[in-house]
C-alpha cells in the first residue's frame, strides 16, 4: 500500500499565519497524506518551524517534518549550509541554478533530491553525466507540479520530457512535489502521480520507498544514531543479533602489538 508524501510545502510566507498552516495541515490530513515536508528557503526558520511541525504531528495525527530548500549560486556557500544544517532537517533538496551547483548537488550525500529550474532561460543541461553524479550520490529527481504547471502555461517545458527520459534510464528515483506555498495550493495526491504519468509519461511510481528510507535515516542521524556514514550506535535495550563464529572470532582475536604499547 502506497504511503502518500508530499515533500514540499513552502511555508516561508505563512509562518506567522499559525490558522493558515494550521488549515494546511488539515486538509492534507484529509486528502490523505501520510507525511507532508514544512520546507523553507531560510534555515533561520527552521527552529520555528520544527516546533510548529511536532505540534501538529500530534494534532493531526500526520507526520510532519522539516525540509531545507537551498538556492545559491556559489558552490562555498552551499558546502557551508549543508555542513552547518544537515543534522537539523529530514530533508534537504537542492534548486540547481546552474551547471556547477547541480554537478555538486547530484554527488553529495549530504543532498536529497535536486530540483532543475524550469522557465525561458534554462542555465542546467541535464545529460547522461549529471544522471551518474545522481547514481553516485543516492540523489533523487524533483519535479514540483506548481513550477512545472507554469512552465506549461508559457511552454518552456520542452525539457521536461527529456530529463525524465535520462532519469528513467539511469533508473534514477522520480519525485513529485507539489510546491504549494498556501492552504489553496494544496493538491491530492493523486492528482500528482495523474501528473508525473499523463504529462512526464511515468507509470511505476518507485519514489516512495526512497523517500521512507531517506527520512529514516536522516532521522537516525539526527538523533546521533548514525554518526558518520557506516556506523550506527545502538543505545541500551537495543537488540542486536551476532552470529556465533563471529563472537568465536573476537573472543580468539589477539592484537598485533602488546595492550600496552
Same mark, same amino acid.
Given at each position: 500500500?502506497?504511503?502518500?508524501?508530499?515533500?514540499?510545502?513552502?511555508?516561508?510566507?505563512?509562518?506567522?499565519?499559525?490558522?493558515?498552516?494550521?488549515?494546511?495541515?488539515?486538509?492534507?490530513?484529509?486528502?490523505?497524506?501520510?507525511?507532508?515536508?514544512?520546507?523553507?528557503?531560510?534555515?533561520?526558520?527552521?527552529?520555528?518551524?520544527?516546533?510548529?511541525?511536532?505540534?501538529?504531528?500530534?494534532?493531526?495525527?500526520?507526520? *510532519?517534518?522539516?525540509?531545507?530548500?537551498?538556492?545559491?549560486?556559489?558552490?562555498?556557500?552551499?558546502?557551508?549550509?549543508?555542513?552547518?544544517?544537515?543534522?537539523? *532537517?529530514?530533508?534537504?533538496? *537542492?534548486?540547481? *541554478?546552474?551547471?556547477?551547483?547541480?554537478?555538486?548537488?547530484?554527488?553529495?550525500?549530504?543532498?536529497?533530491?535536486?530540483?532543475?529550474?524550469?522557465?525561458?532561460?534554462?542555465?542546467?543541461?541535464?545529460?547522461?553525466?549529471?544522471?551518474?553524479?545522481?547514481?553516485?550520490?543516492?540523489?533523487?529527481?524533483?519535479?514540483?507540479?506548481?513550477?512545472?504547471?507554469?512552465?506549461?502555461?508559457?511552454?518552456?517545458?520542452?525539457?521536461?520530457?527529456?530529463?525524465?527520459?535520462?532519469?528513467?534510464?539511469?533508473?534514477?528515483?522520480?519525485?513529485?512535489?507539489?510546491?504549494?506555498?498556501?492552504?489553496?495550493?494544496?493538491?491530492?495526491?493523486?492528482?500528482?502521480?495523474?501528473?508525473?504519468?499523463?504529462?512526464?509519461?511515468?507509470?511505476?511510481?518507485?519514489?516512495?520507498?526512497?523517500?521512507?528510507?531517506?527520512?529514516?535515516?536522516?532521522?537516525?542521524?539526527?538523533?546521533?544514531?548514525?554518526?558518520?556514514?557506516?556506523?550506527?550506535?545502538?543505545?541500551?535495550?537495543?537488540?542486536?543479533?551476532?552470529?556465533?563464529?563471529?563472537?568465536?572470532?573476537?573472543?580468539?582475536?589477539?592484537?598485533?602489538?602488546?595492550?600496552?604499547?
Amino acid at each position: 500500500m502506497s504511503r502518500y508524501i508530499d515533500v514540499n510545502i513552502i511555508v516561508d510566507d505563512i509562518l506567522q499565519n499559525g490558522k493558515e498552516i494550521e488549515k494546511l495541515v488539515a486538509l492534507a490530513k484529509l486528502l490523505g497524506y501520510d507525511i507532508i515536508a514544512f520546507a523553507t528557503f531560510n534555515p533561520h526558520n527552521i527552529k520555528s518551524i520544527r516546533e510548529k511541525a511536532v505540534s501538529l504531528s500530534r494534532t493531526y495525527d500526520i507526520d *510532519v517534518i522539516v525540509r531545507l530548500s537551498l538556492y545559491t549560486h556559489e558552490i562555498q556557500a552551499l558546502k557551508r549550509m549543508l555542513r552547518r544544517y544537515r543534522r537539523y *532537517v529530514e530533508l534537504i533538496g *537542492v534548486y540547481c *541554478v546552474s551547471d556547477k551547483i547541480t554537478n555538486f548537488a547530484a554527488k553529495d550525500h549530504r543532498v536529497d533530491m535536486i530540483t532543475l529550474i524550469l522557465g525561458s532561460k534554462i542555465r542546467v543541461k541535464f545529460d547522461d553525466a549529471k544522471a551518474n553524479l545522481l547514481l553516485q550520490g543516492e540523489t533523487a529527481l524533483e519535479f514540483v507540479f506548481w513550477d512545472s504547471l507554469r512552465s506549461i502555461s508559457s511552454q518552456t517545458y520542452l525539457p521536461l520530457r527529456l530529463w525524465t527520459y535520462i532519469a528513467k534510464s539511469y533508473e534514477i528515483p522520480i519525485i513529485i512535489s507539489s510546491g504549494a506555498r498556501c492552504s489553496l495550493e494544496l493538491r491530492d495526491p493523486k492528482v500528482l502521480e495523474a501528473f508525473l504519468k499523463i504529462i512526464l509519461g511515468i507509470t511505476d511510481i518507485a519514489s516512495h520507498d526512497f523517500l521512507l528510507s531517506r527520512i529514516a535515516t536522516n532521522r537516525e542521524k539526527m538523533e546521533g544514531k548514525i554518526p558518520i556514514p557506516g556506523v550506527k550506535v545502538f543505545g541500551k535495550g537495543d537488540y542486536i543479533a551476532f552470529h556465533k563464529e563471529a563472537i568465536s572470532s573476537i573472543q580468539n582475536y589477539k592484537p598485533k602489538w602488546p595492550i600496552d604499547r
